[in-house]
């Protein structure tokens, strides 16, 4: 199985169209047996990394990677 890592920026994926078009994209990679993790900008901080880094590997895990 694969895994795919999203980055939702408040900067492109906070506006109302945004958010059901990702959801359609993501829709799309899971149909083609690809597990999607999404990542947010809050995820992305310093002072998240060791919970961020966790959060790949459960995900690595779970998608038996």
């Known amino acids: 199985q694969r895994l795919a890592i999203e980055f939702d920026g408040d900067r492109y994926h ?3 169209w945004r958010r059901p078009r990702d959801a359609g994209k993501r829709q799309l ?3 083609s047996g690809t597990e999607v993790l ?3 900008d809050e ?3 310093p002072d ?3 919970e961020t880094v ?3 590997w459960a995900a ?3 998608a038996a990677i």
């Open 14 to 16: 906070r506006t109302k």
């Open 29 to 31: 990679v899971r149909g």
């Open 38 to 40: 999404v990542l947010t």
């Open 43 to 45: 995820d992305a901080a």
């Open 48 to 50: 998240r990394e060791e």
């Open 54 to 56: 966790a959060k790949i």
């Open 60 to 62: 690595l895990e779970d």
